[in-house]
Nanobody, 128 residues
Framework: QVQLVESGGGSVQSGGSLRLSCAAF????????MGWFRRAPGMEREGVVS???????RYADSVKGRFTISQDNAKNTLYLQMTSLKPEDTAMYYC??????????????????????WGQGTQVTVSS
């Protein structure tokens, strides 16, 4: 059974950093396409970054240059390093996974329905 467990969220001041983790169970992350998404209060869920089996990535323009996705295959864990955080980054952050890898990286960044498996989320709050 596929399970994703996020951690690492918290409260930081503007300009601070956080590293989110997404531990995967029931499958090997290198065989799936994955992504990080976020949902701010009152807003729709939006893609932050998507990564394919080859390690290629696509970032949302709003986080490009500030966020970095990585994975540790030995730990079967996906990470999201977030730097230069802004109040507008405040949201619940989710990792997602799918074996079918529908579309390309851009498609999977825009269409969250392309992912079948989701974690429970971890809250990130950035204060000004």
């Amino acid at each position: 059974q596929v399970q994703l467990v996020e951690s690492g969220g918290g409260s930081v001041q503007s300009g601070g950093s956080l590293r989110l983790s997404c531990a995967a169970f029931g499958y090997t992350i290198s065989t799936y396409c994955m992504g990080w998404f976020r949902r701010a209060p009152g807003m729709e869920r939006e893609g932050v970054v998507s990564i394919d089996r080859s390690g290629r990535t696509r970032y949302a323009d709003s986080v490009k240059g500030r966020f970095t996705i990585s994975q540790d295959n030995a730990k079967n864990t996906l990470y999201l390093q977030m730097t230069s955080l802004k109040p507008e980054d405040t949201a619940m952050y989710y990792c997602a996974a799918d074996f079918s890898c529908q579309g390309d990286l851009h498609f999977r960044l825009l269409v969250s329905d392309a992912f079948k498996y989701w974690g429970q989320g971890t809250q990130v709050t950035v204060s000004s």
